[in-house]
């Protein structure tokens, strides 16, 4: 028997959790690294049979993703002369020529004005009604916080039937307008509830001293209370972001040009003679790689977040 | 110890000429810091809500805005609860519910406990575990079709290599048997991460001391399992059921990229079967009756589970 605590697992027992961690950790990201891979084979390599590990990369599916193209005659093609840029030569090899950007750009940009818009309003009315439920005696504070997250609870199919209507009515379907307060109001509860903890956690004698040396409530509130929320009300944001650009039921139901996001768009590009999966995976790629980036720097706060604030770690 | 001055001079202040020296007063600013929310909500879920439940007593086509609506009581209830369709979409959907939550409780606390041993590098593994459940599951079901392929899919390619099968006899989501599996497979692939960082706070709330008594009872490591790391999970398991539960329940990006409800139906969950009857046959009266159905559904399943929940945390 070791001296040391009965609690710490033995190295043998550490190391076989680690093996099956790892292999599981190893088959949970193949999915994704072959989206990624895919990014940069042809459309040939994309679809060969055994599925190729190793390959020549190419940005033919980055090419397709921004641009249109059309076949054209070989004589006119001839006419043409030889391809001025690196695009113009990939795509010169399948006797086409491009003929303007694609929609994806277009999306993508809407994505980040809905995403970003959205997320600045609701983290903004978050903040402050959090703010009041964590230090007013609200009237029926826990009514209304229950109320808050329930309506977390309606499939959004529900809720896109009058919401439907409604923006018909207002003129508000397939507006970016539109889009920014319909993700506003569903990620309030998710604000409202995570700032709440954050705020919570911040000792009430700090404000007490600032009010006491003279600073109004509001004050006090600026001065004191956003500067020592801060970190909260970042990952709070991020997570708001993430929602917003993750969200496919309402875009796909009550956007479809305009205000359209990224993620109803992407499933829907095709290629010439079947699905372009090159251009898909660019598309993908482009579109989940910065919520990889953001889940790798919210990972001490994660837990928090997914649970909206029921679990703190 | 005497008050503060300022604190002396804010009480002997007349209510009046305090309210213009300090501003706004508490509950001013409680009120107007909460007022914006809640006016939202009403407007984007409340509202929302009652026109739903009156729609759900009309014939109402939204694709038909100017034919007369005709009030029909309590009609469209009646019949969604005879339409054997809807209750076909009912068994679909408690078949991915409960395998899906079965598949994650197991994997998400199996990896938790694994991971709480506290190997070498488990905060990276434990990162890069997580990814999947953060990203878009339209764009990432999407992509699962692509796997999923017979013949060129990677799934089908490593399901072959291990079982000897020939990679294009079978076709995940083109298969009447395989497809309700296929969406489990995905749905537990993206959200097994989730029940298991729960669980993992769960486990690291344990304090160690308890683990030590236990030991010094001589109590055997499968009883410390059973006596002490099991029950003391729990609260933080049960959340994540109620959490994925409810997610799951109105399931619909992920598996209409997926499969779109097929083949046939075997694979539509209610919120696809409710888009159909909303947005494609604009049964909008039928379809909103079905949608408050589900609302009800989901809120009194979920509270007498939360009630269970509080129990077992008192406990």
């Known amino acids: 028997m070791s001296a040391v605590s009965v609690t710490v697992p033995s190295r043998r027992q550490k190391w076989i959790a680690g093996t099956v961690v790892i292999i599981y950790a190893l088959v949970t990201i193949m999915p994704l690294l072959w989206i990624i891979a895919t990014g940069f084979k042809t459309p040939s390599d994309a679809i060969s049979y055994p599925p190729k590990v190793i390959f020549q990369p190419s940005l033919e599916g980055y090419v397709n993703l921004f641009t249109t193209r059309s076949r054209v005659a070989p004589d006119t093609l001839a006419a043409l002369g030889e391809p001025t840029t690196w695009y113009d030569r990939i795509v010169r090899q399948y006797d086409m020529v491009i003929t303007g950007p694609s929609r994806y750009g277009a999306r993508f940009l809407n994505s980040v004005i809905i995403g970003f818009g959205s997320t600045f309003l609701s983290v903004f009315l978050g903040t402050i009604a959090a703010y009041a439920f964590s230090r007013f005696k609200v009237p029926l504070k826990d009514d209304l916080m229950f109320f808050v997250l329930s309506t977390r609870m309606m499939p959004p199919i529900a809720v896109a039937i009058p919401i439907f209507l409604m923006y018909r009515q207002l003129g508000l379907s397939d507006t970016h307008l539109g889009m920014i307060l319909l993700y506003t109001a569903v990620n309030l509860s998710l604000s409202v509830w995570l700032l709440k903890g954050f705020i919570d956690e911040i000792p009430v004698e700090y404000e007490e001293a600032a009010l006491i040396d003279g600073y109004t409530r509001f004050q006090a509130f600026v001065k004191v209370v956003l500067p020592q929320a801060a970190t909260g009300i970042a990952s709070t944001a991020i997570f708001c972001l993430i929602f917003a650009w993750n969200e496919y039921a309402f875009a796909v139901l009550l956007t479809s040009g305009i205000a359209q996001t990224a993620p109803p768009f992407i499933p829907t590009i095709i290629g010439t003679g079947g699905k372009d999966w090159p251009a898909v995976a660019a598309g993908a790629t482009l579109f989940l790689l910065p919520v990889m980036v953001f889940t790798i720097l919210l990972r001490r706060h994660l837990l928090r977040g997914i649970t909206f604030g029921a679990v703190r770690k | ?315």
């Open chain 2, 1 to 315: 110890m005497s008050e503060p001055l300022s604190q002396r001079a804010a009480t002997a202040t007349p209510p009046v000429l305090a309210h213009r020296i300090r501003g706004l007063s508490d509950r001013a600013i409680a009120w107007i810091f909460v007022a914006p929310t809640i006016a939202l909500l009403l407007a984007v879920n409340i509202f929302p809500l009652i026109w739903t439940i009156r729609l759900s007593l009309t014939n109402y086509r939204s694709n038909r805005p100017n034919a007369p609506v005709k009030w029909v009581g309590l009609e469209n209830y009646q019949k969604i609860l005879h339409d054997p369709d809807i209750w076909n979409t009912f068994q679909v959907t408690a078949h991915f519910l409960i395998w899906t939550l079965v598949l994650q409780v197991l994997l998400g606390f199996g990896l938790a406990y694994l991971i709480n041993k506290k190997f070498r590098g488990n905060d990276l593994w434990t990162t890069i575990i997580v990814l999947p459940m953060m990203l878009s599951p339209a764009v990432v079901g999407n992509f699962w079709t692509f796997l999923y392929q017979p013949q060129i899919g990677l799934f089908n390619y490593v399901i072959a290599f291990f079982t000897g099968a020939d990679p294009s006899s079978f076709s995940m989501i083109g298969d009447v048997g395989l497809a309700p599996w296929a969406i489990v497979i995905v749905d537990t692939w993206m959200w097994t991460p989730f029940v298991m960082l729960i669980c993992l706070a769960g486990l690291r709330s344990i304090p160690p001391s308890i683990y030590e008594a236990a030991e010094c009872d001589r109590a055997s490591k499968w009883r410390q399992f059973w006596t002490i790391t099991l029950p003391m999970v729990l609260p933080f398991l049960m959340l994540a059921v109620l959490f994925r539960g409810i997610e799951n329940f109105k399931m619909f990006d992920l598996v209409v990229q997926l499969t779109g409800g097929g083949p046939g139906s075997t694979t539509e969950l209610t919120s696809i079967n409710l888009k159909r009857e909303a947005f494609e046959k604009w049964r909008t009266g039928y379809a909103s009756a079905y949608a408050v159905i589900l609302f009800v559904t989901v809120f009194g399943l979920a509270s007498i589970y939360v009630k269970a929940l509080n129990k077992v945390k008192d406990r």
